[in-house]
């Protein structure tokens, strides 16, 4: 071992040792400037196909960045090219010569979520055009029809998707920490949301997603009502019968006899009172049930919030009360109106011997008083008169003359009460039989009489 005055000899480089170091280190050099230039233009190239991809994604949408365009739409936009822009700084950062490990595998970590946000925006945009579709063909049905937007959508849905029909000038898009998205819609100080990510997610697991709630077809519950009022083919003959029709008034018109029916509620109504039982406590006909009440009775409010102010028994009445009447106005369609008509039928007309028992009750007048006919009248060979005073004991009597001892006729008259006959027809009880308002004259008993 060499010491300081001794030191050990030193072998001397030669210049072909010195040369080879030399060369080798120029190709290193150079391979690695060759395989960092392949590098970074690999990195360039995959940087420049992604900007160029959020661009298609971006014209995908339709968006036409100019006057007029909703701040939506700018804001799309905006945000695309701010996404290319971060991109382009992780690539950048991966495209550094001295560049780690780490950092390039967090660049292409960042770069991978990037590169969600224009396929996610692009599928959220579609869904928010889909639900704006689905909207214009629902508003076609009339309000309140089968198909029609029911009332029981949430009201800051139904704000949000008609401003994107509008064409979204009050929307704008917010982005979660999640990622996840809402268009939000601001009129007059109101902010309406809507999770436009949640719903882009249910429509890939279920592509018939419905987003509105239509108003639902109640005609079956409709006809359970009429067929519990009035059975499910309604006879006039079988509701004049049941009492469930009862006679209001009756009219002589042209020759024909018409009479008119109403309905009698207290008869009719009974059946339907406990139909709205089931509708109501059953839980699975809570979205049914909530949309005949909004959208068929038109009163404000969910369902439940009304059962919860007003008790169960009176929003069950309201319901009976609805479907009711509803029928009720069907009724008469369903009958061809609520008249009969018949022809006036010509009373047969009478002997004329009936005018003198006419002219012979008149004469008597009230109470044995002379009245406006005669006191007595003459039929055949006999004549006849009325005896008593109360009509149920008046009696028309047969008169005969009386001769004398020595052969002579007399003109006083007396009563052959073998004949007599009662003035009016009395019915079971005793009592003189009312017809238009007047008793009723004994014409066959007067027939019999005077035509023997």
Do not use: C
């Not at 020595?406 to 008259?413: N, R």
């Amino acid at each position: 071992m060499g010491t300081y005055r001794n030191p050990d000899p030193v072998v001397a480089n030669t210049g072909s040792a010195v040369y080879a170091g030399i060369q080798k280190l120029a190709g290193d050099v150079y391979n690695f400037a060759n395989a960092e230039r392949k590098r970074k233009g690999e990195i360039i190239g995959k940087s420049l196909a992604e900007q160029q991809a959020i661009d298609d994604n971006v014209n995908k949408l339709g968006l036409n960045i100019g006057e007029g365009a909703s701040p939506m739409d700018k804001q799309v936009f905006e945000e695309a090219q701010a996404t290319k822009q971060r991109i382009a700084e992780q690539y950048n950062l991966m495209a550094r010569t001295f560049a780690t490990p780490t950092q390039i595998a967090e660049s292409k970590a960042e770069i991978a979520r990037l590169n969600k946000y224009p396929e996610q925006l692009v599928a959220d945009l579609s869904t928010g055009k889909y639900l704006v579709d689905q909207y214009n063909e629902a508003i076609r049905n009339a309000p309140g029809s089968k198909g029609s937007i029911s009332m029981t959508n949430n009201a800051d849905v139904l704000q949000v998707i008609q401003d994107m029909r509008d064409g979204g000038k009050n929307t704008i898009i917010e982005t979660g920490a999640s990622g996840v998205r809402s268009l939000v819609t601001t009129i007059d100080g109101k902010k309406s949301e809507l999770n436009i990510t949640s719903i882009t997610n249910g429509l890939k697991s279920n592509p018939n997603y419905q987003l509105f709630k239509g108003v639902v077809d109640d005609s079956s519950t409709a006809d359970t009502f009429k067929a519990a009022a009035f059975g499910p083919k309604p006879n006039k003959l079988d509701l004049i019968s049941s009492g469930a029709l009862i006679e209001n008034k009756e009219t002589d018109t042209a020759g024909m006899v018409i009479t008119s029916y109403t309905v009698d509620d207290r008869i009719a109504k009974a059946p339907v009172n406990k139909l709205a039982d089931s509708l109501i406590d059953d839980p699975k006909n809570y979205d049914y049930v909530n949309s005949i009440w909004q959208d068929k009775m038109g009163v404000t409010g969910d369902i439940n919030l009304a059962i919860a102010e007003f008790g169960k028994d009176k929003v069950k009445e309201e319901i009976v009360n609805h479907y009711y009447e509803q029928v009720k106005k069907n009724l008469s369609g369903d009958l061809g109106g609520l008249t009969f008509k018949r022809a006036v039928v010509a009373a047969p007309e009478e002997p004329k011997i009936n005018d003198s028992l006419r002219q012979l009750a008149t004469g008597f007048g009230e109470k044995g008083k002379k009245g406006s006919g005669v006191a007595q009248v003459k039929v055949g060979q006999n004549t006849y008169k009325i005896m008593g005073t109360k009509l149920a004991d008046q009696m028309v009597t047969p008169m005969v003359s009386e001769i004398d001892a020595d052969g002579k006729f007399t003109a006083k008259l007396i009563p052959d009460t073998e004949g007599a006959f009662r003035l009016y027809e009395l019915d079971e009880k005793g009592n003189v039989k009312i017809k238009n308002g007047k008793p009723v004259l004994n014409y066959g008993a007067w027939q019999a009489t005077t035509q023997k």
